[in-house]
């Protein structure tokens, strides 16, 4: 199934908030993750993107996907 287009930039922003987990998880299994190095980027990318991102999703996505599911 092709994602709507409408979806790529929710997808964008899945793919760099993993990105920079897996970079994390990374940095910690090596044993040299330290909060602080990581935290200006953390907050950085929430200010940029992810809170916009969880706005989307739970007041535009989800309640779309519901009423989507009630329909059947």
């Known amino acids: ?3 709507d287009p409408a979806l790529i930039p929710l997808s964008r922003q ?3 908030a993993l ?3 897996v970079r994390i998880d990374r940095s910690l ?3 040299i993750a330290e909060v602080d190095v990581w935290q200006p980027e953390i907050e950085e ?3 940029q993107e ?3 991102h969880f706005d989307a999703e739970e007041s535009v996505l989800f309640p779309m996907n ?3 599911i009630s329909w059947r």
């Open 19 to 21: 990105a920079l987990c």
């Open 29 to 31: 299994k090596a044993g």
């Open 66 to 68: 519901a009423q989507r």
């Open 50 to 52: 992810i809170r916009y």
């Open 14 to 16: 899945h793919q760099h």
């Open 45 to 47: 990318q929430f200010q």
């Open 1 to 3: 199934m092709l994602r």
